[in-house]
Structure formats: C-alpha cells, structure tokens
C-alpha cells in the first residue's frame, strides 16, 4: 500500500504526465513546490494555521488564494487546495520530497547535497561533482548540486548521494581520533 506521501506526489506527476508538460513545467512546478515549502517552514504560523482543524476548508482554500496567488502556478495552487480539504497539508514536506525523487528518476537525475563548514567556490563545487559523476557513473550534466553550510564540522566536507554518505569532515576525523585515543587509555 503506497504512503499518503507517495499518492499525492503520483497524482502531481501523472497529472503533469496527462497534460504533457515538458521539462521546464516539471521545474517550474518542483521549484514552486520547494519555494511553498520553504515559506512553511520560515513561517511556522501559516503551517500551523493551514492545519488546524478547527478552521474550515473554505478559510483553508481562502488564506491559500490569498497567499499564493499570482505567485505560483494553478497547478500548485490548486494542488494547496487538495492539500487543505484533504487535511494533508501535514504531509506537505514528505509530498515534496517525493515528488523530487520521482522527478530525478524521470529526468534520469542524481541529486547530491553537499555539507561544509563554509561556503565552497565554484571551482570546488566543479570538481566535487565531476568526482561524484565519476562515483555514480553519470554525467555531471545528470548531477543535480544542493549546498548546505554547517560550522560545526569545523572544516572539509560531506557529500550525500540517497542513502550514502562521504564524510571527509574534520568533526568526524577529530571523532575518530577521540575513540582511538579513549580505546588507548581505558
């Protein structure tokens, strides 16, 4: 039986399958869906609001035009609405994951996230994704980059491909080096 999660995100592909969009619909619509996302989480009101259940799904469908109009397309819009009567907007984050999974595999894409300490440069970025190319046995045309900054891994990086993950950061070695140490000492 398929997640609530799965079933939302197919019948966003199939629908866009069905409408024979192209690729730059398919961007369009992931890149809207991320952006909705991301003003969930950098306004917790909003998602708590939209999934409350003492608010009624024409204030639902309402605060949803009024926030999203003109600002994404109908199909994402609408989409929001079927969230909001659904009582899924819960789900939402787990739908967007999903549908950017079915949209790597569609395109035939490799999505990696890169995690530094410090913002890297172009040149590192280059040469992390024609490595990883390599790694994965794709082209780095095919390698989809997400940059992510976190200063407690002191320095060096981690790169995330699914489930695999290539931790050349300093916080593991200094990790590392702690449990030789402790093994020597105890």
């Known amino acids: 039986m ?5 079933t939302y995100a197919d019948a966003m592909f199939s629908l866009l399958q069905d409408e024979k969009a192209d690729r730059t619909v398919f961007d369009t619509v992931l890149g809207q869906l991320r952006v909705v996302d991301e003003s969930f989480k950098q ?4 998602y708590k609001l939209m999934n409350t259940p003492t608010i009624s799904d024409d204030e639902k469908i309402g605060i949803v035009n009024a926030v999203f109009d003109g600002k994404v397309s109908d199909y994402v819009r609408n989409f929001l609405r079927l969230l909001a009567v659904k009582k899924r907007i819960g789900c939402y984050p787990r739908i967007v994951r999903e549908f950017r999974k079915q949209y790597n595999e569609h395109f035939g894409l490799a999505e990696i996230v890169i995690t530094s300490a410090m913002p890297i440069s172009a040149e590192q970025r280059g040469r992390i994704v ?4 390599t790694v994965i046995g794709t082209t780095q045309e095919k390698v989809v ?6 200063k407690d891994l002191i320095g060096g990086i981690t790169v995330d491909y699914g489930n695999i993950r290539y931790d050349g950061s300093v916080k593991t070695r200094l990790g590392e ?3 030789d140490i402790t093994g020597v000492v105890a």
């Open 177 to 179: 080096l702690a449990k």
């Open 130 to 133: 024609a490595k990883m190319a």
């Open 145 to 150: 980059v997400s940059e992510k900054v976190e």
């Open 2 to 6: 398929a997640s609530v999660e799965k």
């Open 43 to 46: 306004t917790p009101d909003l």
